[in-house]
Antibody, heavy 116, light 110 residues
Framework: QVRLVQSGAEVKKPGASVKVSCKAS????????IHWVRQAPGQGLEWMGW????????YYAQQFRGRVTMTRDTSITTAYMDLTSLTSDDTALYYC???????????WGQGTLVTV | QSVLTQPPSASGTPGQRVTISCSGS????????VNWSQQLPGTAPKLLID???QRPSGVPDRFSGSKSGTSASLAISGLQSEDEADYYC???????????FGTGTKVTVL
């Protein structure tokens, strides 16, 4: 079955960077886009961007451009999200999610809590 | 920023029908498919209704979605206690070039 397993919780100081990993199994990583979504405590869902794992193409939400980088290592079927210049506003649960056959997210990781 | 507007809360007794609205615009719901996700307390979101109004395997048929113009709705027929969760609509927005989520609706089973 499709699984996305994310790395563990992180605690960072303001100004630092964080890199969250998302290991895919049960399907071919390069066949589906990976999106990243975050959720601040008690808040709704905020889309950060997507990555095309077959060629590494990315598209980031305007509010994160310049601070976020999405990459992948196809040899270990893992996607990564790197966020720099962290502030307390970046404290949130970060999710990776697979885009299904249409423009919807059909499988989600368990989430990674980043505390700044 | 959320450009899809949902009511903050909805409630019903077991067995009742509950409907959640999602209001958008031409650039998102009007031109693109809408999907719905369920987020149970303390868990990751889970796809409930895809953009073709289909339920993924394992989702009960008491959940259904519809769309008309620039609005969409999620209906829960025969509400059950395990349906207490947050529900989010989502769509691609052509103008923002963003994937956008609704503001979220908390469903309470009385």
């Amino acid at each position: 079955q499709v699984r996305l397993v994310q790395s563990g919780a992180e605690v960072k100081k303001p100004g630092a960077s964080v890199k969250v990993s998302c290991k895919a199994s049960g399907y071919t990583l390069t066949a589906y886009y990976i999106h990243w979504v975050r959720q601040a405590p008690g808040q709704g869902l905020e889309w950060m961007g997507w990555m095309k794992p077959n060629n590494g193409d990315t598209y980031y939400a305007q509010q994160f451009r310049g601070r976020v980088t999405m990459t992948r290592d196809t040899s270990i079927t893992t996607a990564y999200m790197d966020l720099t210049s962290l502030t307390s506003d970046d404290t949130a649960l970060y999710y990776c999610a697979r885009q299904g056959l249409g423009i919807w997210l059909d499988h989600w990781g368990q989430g990674t809590l980043v505390t700044v | 920023q959320s450009v899809l507007t949902q009511p903050p809360s909805a409630s019903g007794t077991p067995g009742q029908r509950v409907t959640i609205s999602c209001s958008g615009s031409t650039s998102n719901i009007g031109n693109n498919t809408v999907n719905w996700s369920q987020q149970l307390p303390g868990t990751a979101p889970k796809l409930l209704i895809d953009g073709n109004n289909q339920r993924p395997s394992g989702v009960p048929d008491r959940f259904s979605g519809s769309k008309s113009g620039t609005s969409a709705s999620l209906a829960i027929s025969g509400l059950q206690s395990e349906d207490e969760a947050d529900y989010y609509c989502a769509a691609w927005d052509d103008a923002l070039k963003h994937y956008v989520f609704g503001t979220g609706t908390k469903v309470t089973v009385l």
